[in-house]
């Protein structure tokens, strides 16, 4: 390598790629880890921008809502693609076409997350170097595991005051279980943060500081002072690779070396198999690291075709799969909606299968209708550019659909399949909200349902007793977005109530219950008899229903509406009218009258017999509990537990990461209202905190009268 052009790129990436050189990766991390500032510089890198921008400056390329700019933070996904071509490896001199997805960071957005991770293909988890793994990484670790995404890891920061490599490495094992390895090591830290040690071909790239677009760097011999650590992380490397490559554990064995080329097809190896990530320092906003980090998701990370095939069902619930064939019926996801004020609605779409053209049809299985596309295309940030085709493994956006929502699969015609959509967070926090001025009534209507049209994790209805309307979401942020939007786009200005808390209910012990309708009123009648057994399950288990009926005392095709019944039951609890979890329910025994039943009446029953048994069943109330991780300064640390213990928090930990003190601790939502304030001025403005989802707890006994008695006022719920 030379200095100046160790990283050729390229500079069309919107051509039709080879399969095997696409790359749809995403970024993902805790807030602030630096996710918009490394896609920034890929992007540089690649030449898709001659100008970096900067999140703090308000012009980072894929933070282009104003509130992003704004606030400093990401709150929509934004796809863009670049090219780029390595110098070396197996992949040496091909150009690749890299779809790349920068999500948010905030808990309030894990939408964005969960949906994008679902359709790409491998993924970058970026960490800092000074807190290692804070609780939003491990919540997008979960999410990567549960999509089986491939990744790398990206430790940010290595010029911050306390970074320290090895240490976040280590803490990626112990708070996530990944087998972490690093594939480089750093050279320096802090303010002596220089280069890079490749573990691979066994070399240091020491950058020109002079250089601050960071494209310029030496490559030298390793530094005599790393060396020795150098050479024992590459041994320990390579005995990882030895568990996934049975050429390299005999190679290993033998105590023989390795070519360059080895070592990299083992660790992509590795990386495929879901249970290795390789792990890269660097400093984005230094432009240091980041070209190494491209060149490591070229040769590590999946193309599409790397991948095992997408399975879906097809109308008879049969198991089908669908892999990447250009040649094929087209197949595909719809993950995101988006209204644009110039197109309207634009349907981000992957690609799983086929060739896709302009003016095509596709059909929707939920709907049972055809769907034409007018436009097709590339998405990069808030523009596009119009394409004529989309082919196998693409992300694009499409128009002209009109009845789509998120997860909804479209196909061609012949293709009766649905393929599993991503999954998504229940809201935990709702609120009333209403128009300034009654002339704004109907405009808030409109924009709040297109703004749930693209949300899933943002809920829409309305209290048939009072008449106002309930927003739910994902926390404060999350609807104090919600509004700002609403007066940016539809120019609604909007009044909210008092955030409610999302409760829960659940049961304790066994019971049975009975439910019987009977109405007779003249003429025909109505008749209904069901009799189940009501259990609890194990936290987070969810609901299971089963059917124990023999002998036909309840007909087959009154059982589903029985179903029916109890789920709907469900969404009410007895306690103070929340949502029921954790339960099983056998219906086991019933009658039925032969005039007189009707799918109404067991629905019915089946309500009826659902709160019959939970009244018995020792029922409860179950609050949200927020996983808290506070950073402080040392001499606020004791303020800081005092008033998380006040707030019935829970400590859990503690630990020294350089000069902070990390607090870690579970608190009730209801008491972290408010929180950031209390906190800044307890420690005069330096101390930060995250939270995340974790579980729900039985509410004290004795602050249940009192969210019954609010609940009854105000039964805005989720």
Known sequence: MSNNDQFSTANSPDRPAVLEHTRNIGIAAHIDAGKTTCTERVLFYSGVVHKIGEVHDGNATTDWMEQERERGITITSAAISCGWTTSEGPYAGIDQRINIIDTPGHVDFTAEVERSLRVLDGAIGVFTSVEGVQPQSETVWRQMDKYSVPRLAFINKMDRMGSNFLAAVNSMREKLGANAHPLFLAIGAEENFKGLVDLVKMVAYVYDDTDESGVKFDTVDIPEEHLSQAKEYRESLIEALSDFDDDIANKFLDGEDFSEDEIKLGIRKATLSL????????????????????????????????????????????????????????????????TDPYVGKLVFYRVYQGTMKKGASLYNPRTRKTERISRLMVMKADAREDIEVAYSGDICAIIGVKDVVTGDTLADKGLDLRLEPPSFPEPVISMSIEPATKADQEKMGVGLQRLAEEDPTFGLSTNEETGQTIISGMGELHLDIIRDRLFREFKVEANAGKPQIAYRETILTNSEGVGKFIRQSGGRGQYGHALIRLEPLEKGKGIEIVNEIVGGSIPKEFIKPTFQGIREAALGGVVAGFEVIDFKVTLYDGSFHDVDSSEMAFKMAGIFAFKDAMQKASPILLEPIMKVEVSTPDEYQGELMGDLNRRRGQIQGMETRGTVCIVDAFVPLENMFGYSTDMRSLSSGRADYSMTPSHFEQVPQNLVQGIVDTNARQPNRT
Do not use: R, T
Request: net charge negative.
């Open 275 to 338: 249970k290795f990530v390789g792990v890269i320092p660097g400093s984005a906003f230094k432009n240091k690291g980041v070209q190494m980090l491209m060149d490591a998701v070229v040769d590590y990370l999946p193309s599409p075709l790397d991948l095992p095939p997408m399975k879906g069902e097809d109308s008879d619930e049969n198991e089908v799969e669908v892999s990447p064939d250009d040649s094929a019926q087209v197949a595909g996801l719809a993950f995101k909606l988006m």
